[in-house]
């Protein structure tokens, strides 16, 4: 090129220059802006289906882009010119093309919407201010009844400092979103939709993000690439995989969902949590599949509190009650924080519980656990179902294996027939090969029973909520412990004591152990007591039996019995003979320490035992002789009593200070009438027979102890502490 060449070249780009600068310039004077005005509130209008209303006078400016500003913008409401606005904004700005502009066409290039204020309403009719049927963008389909998308020219737009209030006439639902800032790219309806930006929900900043591939297939009932993200500083939410519009929106894909506070999440949401120390961090990972108001997770991995659960989960809120039914498993659960309270708020137990809250969702949820620790009490291999009904509830453990044996349980709650407000619970639980020791030690933190138990209850309650329940539960129990031993409990002693002539020391009835064969009770529970028809205990050539009542509010036992002798050591023997030897007694106190007296055997109910059919546990106890005399063993003939003696009255029980005991020992000729040096207070063992002075402090309630299970940091001694008396641990 000749530099004549070029000089012409340069001249042609600056003329060129200066006649686009002198025509933008010129350009706010060579629009019409009415024109213009009514143009772009044309295209709106068409857009939606919707009335578009332009107050103010359209400004026209050309730096940065050549832009037209409408102030005072309004489109309608679907609901009619008498509602709220759809969209009411103070400035409408809308950045043109310059040669169509100059051609004399109007085309977008992005719309600017400064504080917009969105008004959505639901009528009470189930219509939607929202609704755009009636324009070019969203049409109905006559052939699938379903609704299509038009193939235009949209572009870009961008949200500054909106608000959005939303309304559900049909539901009461009201909410409200404030600073939008939002960034809607859709060049046409046949490319790719884009939204990116921000917003704030109930006081949380919202991160919004979200693509369609093919928005144009998705509203045809066609398969579309769909990718969503939701966070915030109190979660993070996204999916990623395809979606369609069929009779209404599904969509499925790989979903993950992580909150460090699951608590506060669903508190955020407006739901409610129960009192409990935990639900705090969780995650959800799983495959899913939405149709509508119901989604199904399936190769979901579940952690919540780094407690990790794995199966399928589906949650349908298309009915009346939300319905959540899934299969689920885990290696370890530890529930222990769950049913702990927050400090200030009531135990799990006194948590208020209504037939409507049973009504408020319908579950069927099955799990698995090869461990489950529910507070004090450690399971191995779990499998349990809980189950929601028409205002019923059902939670079954079908098996568990702990303490060396296996257990299963059920217990059913249902509105009562006779109190109105109060439920109905019916617990039946059976237990079989556990060792009665380890289950002791991890309830109350001693083991005061060993053996291997096998146990039966069936209890009935009513009251407003767990713990009433308990404390008003009544029915049947049966217990058999065999090979074991009672800890703190001293037979020899006590036979030694109840023998004539026989002198234990102080205390003594409560120091040692005693093994035993066969331990078997038979009883019923009722207003917070359990009566105990059949109560028998086998040691080798020994057996105690009798009749019992054992008041769980102050945990005081009343046993009136009986201890028989054999000649054999075979329990199973017993019931074919008759004893060689009985001794009648009183156990009555606190069940740590009850004082031990004698009873006449006219009064001492014995059981027959016949329902108890266990191996070892005979089916008779066989005949006991009755007598007025309390003591087999046959009372010495007047012509041996000292001339100063006179016959003792046994069929009454002596109560009285040491020295009246003492006085009454002299009469006998059983014992010294001073004890040895060294050997403590002696006592007549066939009158008074108290061992030690017993703690008689009122012990707590039965409900107060449950609760003390879940309140306190370590359950299992805070509880073993409240029921035993201050002495017990020495």
Known sequence: MTPT???????????????????????????????????????????????????????????????????????????????????SMQVLRAEMYWLPLILGKFEVRRFHLDNPVFDLVRNADGKASWDLTGGDLISPDDHNNRLALSDISLGNFQISSGSAHYVDETTGRDEYLSDINLAFDWPNTGETAAIDGEFEWRDQPIQLSARSDMPMELFGGGLSPLSLQVSSPLFDAQIEGTAATMSSLQLEGDFSFETKSLRDWISWLGGTVRSGESLGAASLKARSNLVGASVAFSDMALTIDNNRVDGVMQLDFRRDRPLIQGTLASDKLDLDAYLMPKSGSKALLDQSLTAKDLGLVDLDVRLSANQLALGPVKLGRTAATLVTRDRQMSFSISEAYAYGGRMEASLDIRPSKSEEGELSGHLRAKANGILAGTLAREMIGRAFLTGTALAEID????????????????????????????????????????????????????NGDSAFDVLSIRGRMAEKTIFIDGLRVTSGKRALLGKAELNLSEMALDFPGTLALYRSNDPTTHSSEEPIEQFTFHLNGPIERPLLSLHKIGDVPVSENKDILVPGVPTDFGPIEKTDNPNPVRAPAPEQLKPDQTEPNLTEPVSGDVESLSQNNQQRGSIPKEAPSGKGRLFDPMTALSVGEPDLTPLKTFGEAVEQLFQKDDPAQDLSQSLLPASAGE
């Open 5 to 87: 060449m070029r000089i012409r070249v340069l001249w042609a780009v600056v003329a060129l220059m200066v006649a686009l600068g002198g025509l933008a310039a010129a350009s706010p004077f060579l629009i019409n802006t009415r024109v213009v005005k009514k143009q772009i509130s044309k295209q709106i209008s068409d857009w939606m289906g919707l009335p578009v209303l332009v107050r103010g006078e359209p400004v026209v400016t050309v730096f940065p882009y050549l832009t037209i500003k409408l102030k005072d913008v309004q489109v309608a409401s679907h609901l009619g010119s008498n509602k709220p606005p759809l969209v």
């Open 459 to 510: 209890l009935q309650g009513e009251g407003e909520n767990l713990g009433q329940i308990a404390q008003s539960a009544n029915g049947d129990l049966s217990l058999v412990v065999t090979d074991g031993e009672l800890n703190n409990f001293n037979l020899d002693t006590m036979q030694k004591a109840l023998e004539p002539n026989g002198t234990v020391e102080p205390d003594a009835l409560y």
